[in-house]
């Protein structure tokens, strides 16, 4: 009815329209995460050890275990999940509130003694068993993984609500969104997961794929995006049935993130099953072939949306193929195949931000290759988590 139509507007409209926030304002939300880790390290093993002789003389070890890693998830939730709940509310005003608390929470971090054991064997983590857990990848790509699934679920939860910052939410058209922030760094870690998981040990272990046939690379890929593209469709259901506010110029008018991610993995295994027939063992790995094709399919697409009237077709284009769309699109496909067009048309934001994802992909299994891998193996694995650090560090500020 006309109620719940109106009702329906205005809670589109409340979620869109935003023009985001600032570049500083995003970096010091992040800075959160390793403020925070550092403060509940400093917590915890200051806790542990004033704790660590009554508890092995009062108590079997069993219980210990239990009770330390109890203590652990409360300081982990105090020193991490609160502060990431609060940068993404309207109680810290904008700049000063998230830099005082930061300050906060760094000065109060230095104020606790360290015990020299903070910083060490973060990687292998003990369960409430006392088993130590192990595993090729470094501690800060699962605490980066977790820490953007909280984030991202704190924000798409709090979105709907007056509390949530409206420079928050995404982006129309330009401008920095910190909810745009999440798409991208699943990717991201998708690409470094990748990257540490096909090549654990520092060497290159896609040559099992030479053989493959390019019918059996396509099978492979359907298999693996199976899952994603029924994410899609469902979401995409939901969505259409629940009638659930859209932004229909963040991927369309049927697309979804899910679509997105289906097409970037279904690329992703055809590339890596191609490379190596295609131009040998030697030149793959001796080449950054990930990080030269995202260079090679950004620079023609910006010049498409810069130059080629994609940017104008994209934001204030038609939903249906018209006159405007023929002069992008070749003239067969729309002309013999409308309906095509119009699936394409409607939903452009979606279908050519692949692009923009495959290439963030490519890049970040290159980054990975580049500033993480040399250090798998090591013997001295203190100096070579150094030696990632200031690699990860020199790449960010180049990046940034």
């Known amino acids: 009815d006309?109620?719940?139509?109106?009702?329906?507007?205005?809670?589109?409209?409340?979620?869109?329209?935003?023009?985001?926030?600032?570049?500083?304002?995003?970096?010091?939300l992040c800075l959160v995460i390793p403020v925070g880790l550092r403060l509940y390290h400093r917590v915890h093993s200051y806790l542990g050890r004033r704790?660590?002789?009554?508890?092995?003389?009062?108590?079997?070890?069993?219980?210990?275990?239990?009770?330390?890693w109890d203590?652990?998830?409360?300081?982990?939730?105090?020193?991490?999940?609160?502060?990431?709940?609060?940068?993404?509310?309207?109680?810290?005003?904008?700049?000063?509130?998230?830099?005082?608390?930061?300050a906060g929470m760094f000065v109060l971090a230095s104020m606790i003694p360290a015990t020299g054991d903070d910083t060490r064997n973060v990687a292998t983590p003990k369960s409430p068993r006392g088993e130590t857990r192990r595993s090729h990848r470094p501690a800060f790509l699962s605490i980066h993984r977790s820490c953007v699934y909280v984030l991202t679920t704190i924000a798409i939860l709090a979105v709907d609500f007056p509390i949530f910052p409206r420079r928050f939410c995404k982006t129309e058209v330009g401008g920095y969104g910190w909810m745009d922030l999440g798409a991208a760094s699943f990717?991201?870690?998708?690409?470094?997961?990748?990257?540490?998981?096909?090549?654990?040990?520092g060497a290159y272990d896609n040559r099992r794929v030479v053989s493959n046939s390019i019918g059996l690379l396509v099978r492979?890929?359907?298999?693996?995006?199976?899952?994603?593209?029924?994410?899609?469709?469902?979401?995409?259901?939901?969505?259409?049935?629940?009638?659930?506010?859209?932004?229909?110029?963040?991927?369309?008018?049927?697309w979804n993130f899910f679509f997105?991610?289906?097409?970037?993995?279904?690329?992703?295994?055809?590339?890596?099953g191609l490379k190596y027939p295609l131009l040998g063992h030697r030149v793959v790995a001796n080449f950054p072939l990930d990080g030269i094709l995202a260079f090679a399919m950004m620079v023609p697409y910006q010049i498409f949306l810069s130059g080629g009237g994609g940017q104008e077709f994209v934001e204030n284009g038609d939903r249906m193929c018209s006159e405007s769309t023929i002069a992008l699109l070749p003239g067969w496909v729309v002309l013999?195949?409308?309906?095509?067009?119009?699936?394409?048309?409607?939903?452009?934001?979606?279908?050519?931000?692949?692009?923009?994802?495959?290439?963030?992909?490519?890049?970040?299994?290159?980054?990975?290759?580049?500033?993480?891998?040399?250090?798998?193996?090591?013997?001295?694995?203190?100096?070579?988590?150094?030696?990632?650090?200031?690699?990860?560090?020199?790449?960010?500020?180049?990046?940034?």
């Not at 990717?187 to 040990?201: D, E, F, K, P, R």
């Not at 997105?260 to 890596?272: A, N, P, Q, R």
């Open 220 to 254: 492979k890929a359907m298999k693996k995006c199976a899952p994603l593209l029924l994410l899609g469709f469902v979401r995409l259901a939901t969505n259409k049935g629940l009638e659930y506010q859209e932004h229909v110029s963040e991927y369309g008018v049927h």
């Open 336 to 400: 013999n195949f409308p309906s095509l067009c119009n699936v394409f048309v409607a939903n452009r934001e979606g279908i050519l931000g692949v692009v923009g994802y495959s290439a963030l992909r490519l890049s970040s299994e290159e980054i990975a290759r580049a500033c993480i891998l040399p250090t798998q193996g090591a013997s001295d694995q203190i100096k070579h988590e150094q030696s990632t650090q200031r690699r990860l560090f020199v790449t960010s500020s180049l990046l940034w």
């Open 260 to 272: 997105t991610l289906c097409c970037v993995e279904g690329f992703m295994l055809v590339w890596k």
């Open 187 to 201: 990717v991201v870690i998708a690409g470094w997961s990748s990257a540490l998981t096909t090549s654990a040990n």
């Open 51 to 68: 704790r660590r002789h009554r508890i092995a003389h009062d108590i079997h070890g069993g219980e210990k275990n239990r009770i330390l």
């Open 2 to 28: 006309r109620t719940t139509t109106r009702k329906y507007h205005e809670k589109e409209e409340f979620v869109s329209g935003h023009s985001g926030t600032t570049a500083h304002e995003i970096l010091l």
């Open 71 to 102: 203590d652990a998830i409360v300081i982990e939730f105090l020193a991490m999940m609160v502060p990431m709940l609060l940068v993404q509310t309207s109680l810290l005003p904008y700049l000063a509130g998230p830099s005082a608390l930061l």
